[in-house]
């Protein structure tokens, strides 16, 4: 055989190096981002209709509601082994639980209870693979919007805060779920007191969920100028707009609010942003009472706002 003849093994060897090299390039990329919503505008409804209707709308992620159709879904009440069927009946619908709203269960930790309510929200996190749950600090007012704690008594409430809430991050330690926590008013009120609380407690499992909805609607401001400094210490997002003054309870489909989504998707995916990002409300002056049916326009315009907007910024 000379130096030009090619041999049937050669020939072979590099039709099979070629189809690796395309299988490999043909492989799926990684998500540049997850968008998701909260399970819980679909209450009323069984769990295999409101999955249905959450995948039809173009999502694939949810935030876990407590209770569907009556139905007990996901709750510390639940035994182990009725968590993990739950979470695989819940995939087998399609979808991927990648956030909870356990953190405003007792999100004062004033109390023992409080504490170990948390820590059961924690576990129940767990047990269904979710890597992040979202709460607040203590309400900060007697009587919104105008009647703040009197000092006297706001401070007390903040120390008990804290004391329990370095118990509660031990806790996520160790069951490995990331405590956020999110604006709402008191010591998350915007993004310069979610810098000191993020410095507060050093731990990676303890960080700040960004809701630029409820900076607008408690504090009246949007954008935030704080958020850049905060970005890198954002681990989740709830997505909410808002329209009007501050304690307007307004909270249009994204895209037709006040709240400058691009902005702030800009902001946190350029200090390096990669979690999961949630719509959480859509009911305008409804006050959370959407019947499935306008649930299930208002997400799908949602979607046509966000995916667009987000494929553009995360594109690079």
């Known amino acids: 055989m000379n130096d030009h003849t090619v041999s049937r093994r050669q020939i072979l060897t590099g039709v099979a190096a070629s189809a690796l090299a395309g299988a490999a390039h043909a492989a799926p990329a990684p998500e540049r981002y997850r968008l998701g919503v909260m399970a819980s505008m679909y209450a009323s409804v069984p769990l295999d209709d409101a999955m249905a209707r959450i995948r039809k709308a173009g999502y694939h992620y949810i935030c876990m509601g407590n209770r569907h159709g009556g139905e007990v879904v996901f709750a510390p009440s ?145 954008p935030d100028p704080d958020l850049p400094d905060l970005a890198g210490k954002v681990c989740a997002v709830c997505i909410k707009d808002h329209l009007g003054l501050r304690g307007d309870e307004n909270f249009p489909v994204p895209g037709q609010g006040q709240v400058d989504h691009e902005l702030m998707f800009r902001t946190l995916f350029s200090a390096g942003f990669n979690g999961p990002l949630a719509i959480e409300r859509v009911d305008g002056r409804d006050r959370g009472k959407v019947p499935p049916d306008v649930a299930d326009e208002r997400l799908t315009a949602a979607n046509r706002y966000l995916v667009p907007l987000l494929d553009r910024i995360t594109a690079a």
């Open 78 to 222: 639940l035994p182990k082994a009725e968590r993990a069927r739950m979470l695989r009946r819940v995939r087998d619908l399609g979808v991927q639980p990648f956030l909870s709203l356990g953190g405003f269960s007792a999100s004062d930790l004033q109390t023992d209870e409080n504490l170990e309510a948390y820590r059961a929200q924690l576990d129940l996190c767990a047990d269904y693979e979710i890597p992040v749950m979202v709460g607040g600090g203590p309400w900060y007012y007697t009587k919104f919007p105008n009647i703040p704690k009197r000092d006297r008594d706001w401070q007390p409430i903040v120390s008990r805060f804290w004391a329990n809430m370095e118990k509660a991050v031990r806790h996520a330690e160790s069951v490995r779920v990331t405590i956020a926590l999110k604006p709402h008013t008191g010591i998350t009120a915007r993004a310069r007191d979610c810098i000191k609380v993020a410095e507060r407690i050093v731990s990676p499992y303890f960080k700040i969920a960004w809701d630029a909805g409820n900076v607008s609607f408690y504090e009246g401001v949007y």
